[in-house]
């Protein structure tokens, strides 16, 4: 298994305030994804990332921003937090072309 | 731009008897199809992928599916089901552009 690790594993946060979610891989995969799963929706594509400084916006990038600094690292921001960002957010990586995404264990955000 | 529709949310479906997850996409141009598999609390796995070749892709633990193009289907089966097999399952394409598209998900679950 690709070793993709993302913390928090939990979070509560309060309307307004800032929060950052990290993913960490090993595989020194260049492609990094950050998804948002929610019943009824699957999954849903916030950023990504083809390599160091390099990130382009997902179908629901409203209210996020990312960096990527190092190969291994891929950081999701919330500025502002909503309560209609409470959701879980999955990490994934892949190392290119027709390879598979593997995915981290996921973060559960709470936002009151 | 692709779709995914999952013609089922949820499958329940009694231990040793068949499933079927049914996958349908649409696409202007040539995909691969991925099927994931999400246990209880946990990220997503590769189940299967279909890139090219043979229609029908078999994964190690008895699961297959089956790619029709002029359908576009991409239809999920087991002959013989175990309580182990509960957790939802995601479709997904990508256009070869390293982003994926993922379907809503089916729940399944088997019961005793």
């Known amino acids: 298994d690709a070793g993709i690790t993302q913390s928090p594993r939990h979070k509560v946060t309060e309307t307004g305030t800032p929060v950052t979610l990290r993913c960490h891989q090993t595989e020194n995969h260049r492609y990094m994804y950050w998804y948002r799963q929610d019943p009824g929706h699957g999954l849903r594509l916030i950023h990504y990332s083809y390599g160091v400084k390099d990130t382009d916006k997902g179908e629901v990038s409203d209210g996020y921003s990312v960096s990527r600094s190092k190969t291994e690292d891929f950081l999701l921001t919330l500025e502002s937090a909503t309560s209609s960002q409470t959701s879980v957010y999955f990490c994934a990586s892949t190392p290119g072309q027709g390879n598979e995404q593997y995915f981290g264990p996921g973060t559960r955000l709470t936002v009151t | 731009a692709q779709s995914v529709t999952q013609l089922d949310s949820q499958v329940p479906v009694f231990e040793e008897a068949p499933v079927e997850l049914r996958c349908n996409y649409s696409?202007?141009?040539?995909?691969?199809l991925f099927w994931y598999v999400q246990y209880p609390n946990q990220g997503l796995q590769l189940l299967l992928k279909?890139?090219?070749?043979?229609?029908l892709v078999e994964s190690i633990n008895g699961f297959e599916a089956e790619f029709n193009k002029s359908q576009t289907s991409f239809h999920l089966r087991k002959p013989s089901v175990h309580i182990s097999d509960t957790a939802e399952y995601f479709c997904?394409?990508?256009?070869?552009?390293?982003?994926?598209?993922f379907g809503a998900g089916t729940t399944v679950t088997v019961r005793a």
């Open positions: 997904a394409v990508t256009p070869n552009d390293y982003k994926l598209s």
């Open positions: 696409s202007s141009v040539s995909v691969y």
């Open positions: 279909y890139l090219s070749g043979s229609t």
